[in-house]
């Protein structure tokens, strides 16, 4: 397969015409196949295969909407990590297939030996293998709320309960309170979740409170800190929690190539944690991440320059953003993330229909705050269309004009 690939080769659609070209039809069959593929309103995918016409409107629907719900990097994998996919593609039909050496890259990368890595398809399996080490014979998880509540869905879910405690006014975690409550449950507790930052705040717990958590409650706790989105952060008094690891506490960090890299429709992230801890959880975990996926982390891992980019667009964008709200008279949570939240001082989920009524979908509801919107960064197209939908919704709503 020739392996040079060009963005939109990969990503995009082709005509009916390129499509029955690369099935080998001579031109005239092909020509009078795509047009009477068009009068039936048929269209085909990149190598020559129909796309179900059923399909075709939900796929216009999702291809038109600015998506700003899920905080995903809307430019998708770096070039690298394409031209990487794009070569791994032989392998598509192996098992046991050479897969760049991922699991030593990843532990190389962050200077720690290869069994202190778990491969995931995706950071949400990393997550619920935990929950499913970690909370059975009715153990809790401590965590805040609000936060990735996948954590506690999970937990919910596999008959184990929660703890949430809530944020404080400026949205941080209160760790001594965490503390507190871990040390009085510290018999049922299975683990305590910190998400850092916090989806959905975009509000880091600093150093010093990392270390005031881990020193302060009993150390066979196992703590899991989902780092996701620590490539954002600015805050000096941020760090990463590798050292814990590497000094062998009781600590697993979830790390994902779904937010900085583009690849969450991919699915890999990885956990980093002591030997003993991914042995523990090891017998949970599918081990099931595609070759494409392996091949592309990689190379994403190895492109910095297209990360840094990435980085650059997304603090312009968003300090952008926020400052045209502000402007408006809303408030925005200063966020070290590609998110944020803006508070509409009204509740969120009419004017996110509102919102998905005029192309823009935006995040869910995040209780107990029902009164903020988590908003993604997106392109410039994407955050321009943004802007227009929210005056325009908030101008309707202002004006009482019944719909917002
Ligand atoms: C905080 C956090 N953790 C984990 C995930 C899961 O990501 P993935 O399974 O795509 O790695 C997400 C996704 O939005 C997230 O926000």
């Known amino acids: 397969m020739n392996n040079r690939v060009s963005r939109r080769h990969f990503i995009g659609g082709a005509t009916a015409a390129a499509a029955l070209g690369t099935l080998g039809m001579t031109p005239g069959v092909a020509e009078a196949r795509v047009r009477r ?36 990097n ?62 059975a014979h009715d153990k809790k998880v401590i965590g805040v709320e609000p936060s990735y509540s996948s954590v506690y869905r999970h937990a919910t879910g596999i ?21 507190d409550v871990t040390n009085r449950n510290a018999r049922d507790v299975g683990f305590v979740y910190l998400c850092n930052p916090n989806n959905p705040t975009g509000v880091t717990v600093t150093a010093e409170e990392i270390a005031y958590l881990l020193d302060n409650i009993p150390e066979d706790i196992p703590v899991l800190i989902d780092e996701a989105y620590h490539h954002f952060v600015e ?6 929690s590798l050292k814990y690891v590497r000094e062998g506490r009781r600590v697993v960090i979830a790390r994902t190539f779904s937010k900085i890299y ?10 980093i944690a002591p030997p003993d801890m991914i042995q523990e959880m090891q017998p949970y975990s599918t081990g099931s991440v595609n070759a494409l996926a392996r091949w592309g982390a990689v190379a994403s891992m190895e492109d910095q320059p297209a990360a840094d980019r990435m980085l650059a667009h997304n603090r ?16 925005c949570i200063r966020s070290q993330t590609n998110f944020f939240m803006v508070n509409l001082r009204q509740t969120v989920a009419p004017i996110r229909q509102a919102f998905r009524q005029r192309g823009v979908a935006v995040g869910r509801d995040f209780p107990p705050m029902l009164d903020h919107l988590r908003v993604s960064i997106g392109t410039e197209e ?12 908030m101008t309707n709503i202002s004006a009482g004009t019944g719909a917002p």
């Open 37 to 72: 593929a068009a009068e039936r309103g048929i269209r085909y995918l990149p190598g020559g295969a129909p796309m179900h016409r059923a399909f075709q409107s939900q796929v216009d629907e999702y291809d038109a909407l600015a998506h700003l719900s899920s905080n995903e």
């Open 316 to 331: 312009r964008l968003r300090e952008q953003t926020i400052s045209d709200l502000e402007s408006l008279g809303y408030e």
């Open 159 to 179: 008959d184990a309960s929660t703890i949430l405690l809530p944020l404080e006014a400026d949205h941080r975690q209160n760790i001594e309170r965490m503390v």
């Open 235 to 240: 805050d000096p008094a941020y760090e990463e």
């Open 382 to 393: 994407e955050m321009g269309r943004f802007m227009n939908a929210f005056e325009d919704i």
């Open 262 to 271: 583009g690849m969450a429709a991919m699915r890999i992230g990885f956990a």
């Open 74 to 135: 809307p430019f998708g994998p770096s070039e690298k990590a394409l031209e990487a996919m794009t070569y791994a593609f032989k392998y598509s039909m192996r098992y046991g297939y050479p897969d760049n050496n991922v699991q030593q890259r990843i532990a190389d990368a962050h200077n720690v030996s290869r069994d202190h890595v778990l491969m995931g398809a995706g950071s949400g399996e990393i997550l619920d293998v935990v929950g499913l080490t970690w909370l």
